[in-house]
């Protein structure tokens, strides 16, 4: 007889975000313990997901872990220079072969070391070596010899690397990195982000669910409501794009004469009848209170130089093309090449990229901004929250940077950052109300968070999907 099939709820089409049709979905994503047990089956085995830089293992014998949910990942940088990953466990009686501890606040973010030519387990000593085979079992005769080689090895997992950044799939059957990057990782290309290096990065463990988290930076549409002090520099208005599993972000307008080519990436004029002035103030603001990223410090001293060196009357448009003109100039001299960017790419570029299911990168053409969460425990009411800042430096000058743990406030993470906060453990308490009736996102400025939901239910057999309004 015929096992029944599974009912998978129906969901909404890309073709349906692409009209801005209006939707919602469950909450159950954000508040079901079950729900997050099921990510551990459905999602976090069969995905793409960032696990660090490659900058982390410099040399042969470097290795680190990486983990999420109940899984725990060893990253190995071989003699010859290849990646090996690894699932962190002897296929002997299951112990962990490097000990993890639990990531507790201001203490474990991951383990790491260097020089690697074997890993010995704790407990009984099988030793295996940087390709995960088999090389040492403590009495072998007593198995009476039947161990085979795939019995006895570790268990690999696939390992990728694009822009600087290094992928693991743990699903054998996974499409390849660039497949599941799609187009969104050919724009993000174009910007080199290997060619640039940690400024700083930080992570906390903060009281709400992964998604409650990632949302939080996946719009602009929130600024006017959260980030006040921003509106006194510019027009804040968006519009948000699904590319496949990805989504962009850009600066939009309702005013047609603020358009410009330029005003789709992380450059705007800011707001004000002098775009000499205003373009500098947006910069700097937004520089300063992001915790000193979003931006360079090379390209807010350019914009300080435009009120003196353009004359009056000059357009927007004018404006930002001189600034970048010249903040391009003054890197060049101090050893930090921009890349070239397509005409095409810059159709596309956006403002930020959320890359599915938990990576955020807010790019510039020397500068990145990047977001990662992670589930904490069986807890859906607690995430690993991640962020930390890329740039291009003059070689040699990259500082030296590890992470750190930072509890969530203005002095750690910068005025902005810290607004965010504030509302993210408060969403996580309000979709709890038994008088919230469920999301109603922008469907214009929010795509991508319905696309988010939209991409989870593809994986999750169905749950959370995303449904229509009826008009």
């Given at each position: 007889m015929n096992k029944p099939e599974t009912f998978k709820p129906a969901n909404i089409t890309a073709q349906d975000m692409d009209q801005e049709l209006l939707v919602t979905y469950p909450v159950e994503a954000f508040l079901s313990r079950e729900y997050l047990e099921a990510e551990k089956t459905h999602l976090w085995p069969r995905i793409w997901q960032m696990v660090e830089r490659e900058s982390d293992l410099p040399n042969p014998g470097d290795w680190l872990t990486y983990n999420v949910a109940d899984e725990s990942i060893v990253v190995l940088r071989k003699d010859d220079g290849t990646l090996k990953a690894f699932h962190n466990v002897c296929p002997h009686r299951g112990r962990q072969l490097v000990s993890v501890p639990d990531m507790l606040p201001g203490k474990v973010h991951s383990v790491r070391g260097s020089n690697r030519k074997s890993f010995v387990c704790g407990f009984h000593g099988w030793t295996f070596d940087s390709d995960g085979n088999n090389t040492f079992i403590l009495d072998p005769q007593d198995w009476d010899n039947r161990l085979t080689p795939e019995m006895t090895c570790l268990s690999e997992v696939k390992v990728d690397t694009w822009n600087g950044f290094i992928y693991i799939?743990?699903?054998?059957?996974?499409?390849?990195?660039?497949?599941?990057?799609?187009?969104?990782?050919?724009?993000?290309?174009?910007?080199?982000?290997d060619k640039m290096s940690y400024k700083w990065r930080q992570w906390a463990i903060y009281p709400c669910n992964w998604k409650t988290a990632i949302e939080a930076f996946l719009e602009p549409y929130h600024v006017a409501g959260t980030h006040t002090q921003l509106l006194a520099y510019g027009d804040y208005y968006a519009l948000s794009k699904q590319y496949g599993l990805h989504s962009v972000s850009s600066y939009d307008t309702r005013d047609d004469k603020f358009k410009m080519n330029e005003s789709a990436g992380t450059t705007r004029a800011g707001k004000g009848d002098d775009p000499r002035v205003s373009t500098y103030e947006l910069i700097r603001e937004n520089y300063e209170t992001i915790n000193y990223s979003a931006s360079t410090e090379s390209l807010v001293n350019a914009a300080s130089r435009l009120k003196d060196e353009l004359p009056e009357g000059v357009s927007p448009q004018e404006c930002i093309a001189y600034w970048l003109k010249i903040a391009k100039e003054a890197d060049a001299e101090r050893g930090v090449t921009w890349p070239e960017i397509p005409e095409d790419v810059m159709k596309e570029t956006g403002l930020a990229w959320g890359l599915f299911p938990n990576q955020n990168i807010l790019h510039g053409p020397t500068f990145a901004l990047c977001y990662r969460v992670r589930p904490?425990?069986?807890?859906?009411?607690?995430?690993?929250?991640?962020?930390?800042?890329?740039?291009?430096?003059?070689?040699?000058?990259?500082?030296?940077?590890?992470?750190?743990?930072?509890?969530?406030?203005?002095?750690?993470?910068?005025?902005?950052?810290?607004?965010?906060?504030?509302n993210m453990e408060f969403v996580q308490k309000g979709m709890k109300s038994s008088g919230f009736r469920g999301p109603l996102p922008n469907p214009h400025q929010e795509q991508k968070v319905i696309n988010l939901h939209r991409n989870l239910a593809e994986f999750m057999q169905g749950r959370g999907a995303p449904s229509l309004l009826d008009a």
């Open positions: 799939n743990m699903d054998p059957d996974a499409v390849s990195l660039k497949e599941w990057m799609g187009r969104a990782g050919e724009i993000l290309g174009a910007y080199e982000m904490y425990g069986d807890d859906p009411n607690k995430c690993i929250f991640e962020s930390y800042a890329l740039e291009r430096f003059p070689e040699g000058e990259a500082p030296e940077t590890e992470w750190v743990y930072a509890d969530p406030t203005g002095e750690n993470w910068g005025s902005v950052l810290a607004q965010d906060f504030s």
